[in-house]
């Protein structure tokens, strides 16, 4: 049999035609497919306003910059996530506060948050991790209760939608990475999306290095050059014409993943809220009562043909670069706490125990039922 993979883009013909279009227009720099996917992805996501940006990280940090949060500002999040949720708020100046994630959703436990508050405090940032959705219900209730505003990382979650609303419309601003190896792809791509015509402004114009809408030389605003290309734009444009076809096979995946793992006795499935539909980017269980470790199942896995990894088995707070924190060119100015003092043991349980199993969208139903009869096999 072929080797089962965790990451298999899906790219057709379309988005090769798309890409050699561009550049015969030789119009290579953002334009009319950057304004033709922002369309399509303001419709699929039920967002008034939308941004193309040069990736997930540039939209996190925009945001965090459209809503002046700066040094000394504090902003909650989560440990458990790739480290640009965290970074981009050390570009600014402001501190990552760490609050544990929830055992069963991996996602951050909206009953910590309160507890980490503080007068500094300016937003929380939750991570939809591996497309799971956050309880934005809980979240928000706590976010508007002290004023605080709320960046929602969706960088692995396309379409991943409570009670009908897609992820980063509860928030102020949606981040959405479209990176090379997400549900929907652009190479290196990201999009960002409001409901605030103002605070829309103040995003476009930080995007263009603080022009007006209308372009020229006159800079209003220190800003940042967070444009994307027409290529990867076309790739993305195309990528939500088959955005159904893609992502419908990756929403079979994991139905019948958590089907046939939710009560497994020695694995943790990613519980998904009632109402609510996961991107299904990534599917990640957790060992529980077994010996065995993470290394063991990956091993025997790919022993059957089956990729298998771990992917943030180091926590943010756990990286040299938070250790080292007064190394960070904001610590000259920044009083950032001792990040070697952080404790979140859910999130460093999670990360000490998962393993990443194929979940892309090339899989069949019966790929997926072989990859689970191989993890029955190894827990004999
Ligand atoms: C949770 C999370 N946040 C932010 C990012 C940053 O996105 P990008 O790689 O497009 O900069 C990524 C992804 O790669 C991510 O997975």
Same mark, same amino acid.
């Given at each position: ?133 956050? &309880? ?48 929907? @792809? ?35 605003? @220190? ?39 939710? &009560? ?70 920044? &009083? ?45």
């Amino acid at each position: 049999m072929k080797d089962l993979p965790v990451v298999d883009v899906d790219i057709a013909q379309e988005e090769l035609d798309a890409v050699t279009d561009v550049v015969k227009s030789k119009f290579l720099i953002e334009g009319k497919n950057a304004r033709a996917f922002e369309k399509k992805f303001g419709k699929f996501t039920g967002s008034k306003y939308v941004t193309t940006v040069t990736n997930g990280t540039c939209a996190l940090h925009l945001a965090l910059t459209a809503l002046d949060i700066g040094p000394g500002d504090e902003v909650i999040t989560t440990p458990f996530t790739f480290v640009a949720s965290s970074n981009s708020i050390l570009f600014n100046g402001a501190i990552p506060i760490f609050v544990d994630v929830d055992l069963n959703s991996f996602n951050i436990d909206p009953a910590k948050i309160e507890a980490a508050i503080t007068p500094n405090t300016k937003a929380i940032m939750p991570v939809h991790i591996f497309g799971n959705p956050c &309880d934005m219900k809980a979240i928000k209730d706590i976010a508007d209760a002290h004023k605080l505003h709320i960046i929602e990382d969706c960088a692995q979650a396309h379409d991943a939608r409570i009670d009908n609303q897609h992820t980063g419309i509860f928030g102020d601003i949606g981040c959405f990475s479209f990176y090379g190896t997400k549900n929907l @792809v652009g190479g290196e791509g990201g999009a960002l999306i409001c409901q605030d015509e103002d605070l829309f402004d103040k995003i476009l114009s930080f995007k263009n290095h603080g022009r007006s809408p209308t372009g020229g030389y006159s800079h209003f605003k @220190v800003g940042y050059n967070y444009r994307t290309t027409d290529m990867s734009a076309a790739i993305m444009n195309v990528q939500m014409d088959r955005a159904e076809e893609i992502l419908q096979r990756r929403h079979r995946n994991g139905n019948l993943y958590r089907e046939l793992l939710s &009560d497994h006795p020695n694995l943790i499935v990613q519980k998904i809220l009632p109402d609510a539909q996961a991107s299904d980017y990534i599917m990640a269980p957790v060992l529980k009562d077994t010996e065995k470790t993470p290394n063991d199942v990956i091993n025997y896995l790919k022993s059957q043909n089956i990729s298998s990894r771990t992917i943030y088995s180091t926590l943010s707070y756990e990286q040299p670069c938070y250790k080292n924190i007064r190394d960070w060119i904001m610590a000259r100015v920044v &009083d950032y706490p001792n990040y070697s003092k952080v404790k979140c043991p859910n999130a460093e349980y999670i990360a000490r125990n998962h393993f990443e199993i194929p979940m892309v969208s090339s899989l069949t139903d019966e790929n997926i039922r072989f990859i689970v009869d191989s993890l029955e096999k190894f827990f004999k």
